[in-house]
Nanobody, 124 residues
Framework: QVLLEESGGGLVQAGGSLRLSCAAS????????MGWFRRATGKDREFVAAVSWNGESTYYAGSVQGRFTISKDNAKNEVYLQMNSLKPEDTAVYYC?????????????????WGQGTQVTVSS
């Protein structure tokens, strides 16, 4: 069992930045691949970014490539999502997830554990 808790969401103006954190407990995530997904109101959940178990490989959705950066700190048992140049269309609830296989999967079915989410709202 991996317990995940997101933090760092909030309200920001377009063009601004936020840094989301995901703290894991109950078990180390050092061998897990980690991902961020988001769900906007009225839309399906979508993939945002993923990082491999050792932090050496990353993968991004095209809509956030070049603006968002995912990173992993195995010593702290945490994952981060640095979001720059935010746009109103980035408004969503952001979820952290862990996959046992350790890779950078972009489909939600690959992830066994999920956090409760944190709201990000970008105003125009």
């Amino acid at each position: 069992q991996v317990l995940l808790e997101e933090s760092g969401g909030g309200l920001v103006q377009a063009g601004g930045s936020l840094r989301l954190s995901c703290a894991a407990s109950a078990r180390t995530i050092s061998t897990f691949g980690m991902g961020w997904f988001r769900r906007a109101t009225g839309k399906d959940r979508e993939f945002v970014a993923a990082v491999s178990w050792n932090g050496e490989s990353t993968y991004y959705a095209g809509s956030v490539q070049g603006r968002f950066t995912i990173s992993k700190d195995n010593a702290k048992n945490e994952v981060y999502l640095q979001m720059n140049s935010l746009k109103p269309e980035d408004t969503a609830v952001y979820y952290c997830a862990a996959n046992f296989m350790g890779g950078t999967a972009s489909y939600s079915g690959a992830y066994e554990y999920w956090g409760q989410g944190t709201q990000v709202t970008v105003s125009s």
